[in-house]
Nanobody
Framework: QVQLVESGGGSVQAGGSLRLSCAAS????????MGWFRRAPGKEREFVAA????????SYADSVKGRFTISRDNAKNTVYLQMISLKPEDMAVYYC????????????????????WGQGTQVTVSS
């Protein structure tokens, strides 16, 4: 059974930092594109960042570019999202996702592009 489990969420003040982790189990995702999405209260789930299978290609939403960094450790079957300079508008539930196909790129920004999802981790940013 494939599982994606996010961790690392929490409460921080504006300007603070958090590092989210997404640990995969049930199969290896070392050959698959993975991404992070978020859903703020009252809003739809939106793309945050994605990384290709090797880590050599990444893409970001404009709203987080320069502040968030996605990375992966294929040996640990884990993807990370380092978030700095957090803003109140970054407050949301953050979800990890993975594509089923192999050796694809990082320019996948729609929820329909992903086949597996985690349960999410809450990030709260206070001003």
């Amino acid at each position: 059974q494939v599982q994606l489990v996010e961790s690392g969420g929490g409460s921080v003040q504006a300007g603070g930092s958090l590092r989210l982790s997404c640990a995969a189990s049930g199969r290896t995702f070392s050959t698959n594109t993975m991404g992070w999405f978020r859903r703020a209260p009252g809003k739809e789930r939106e793309f945050v960042a994605a990384i290709n299978w090797s880590g050599g290609s990444t893409s970001y939403a404009d709203s987080v570019k320069g502040r968030f960094t996605i990375s992966r450790d294929n040996a640990k079957n884990t993807v990370y999202l380092q978030m700095i300079s957090l803003k109140p508008e970054d407050m949301a539930v953050y979800y990890c996702a993975a594509r089923r196909d192999y050796y694809s790129g990082s320019n996948y920004r729609q929820t329909r592009d992903y086949d597996y999802w985690g349960q999410g981790t809450q990030v709260t940013v206070s001003s």
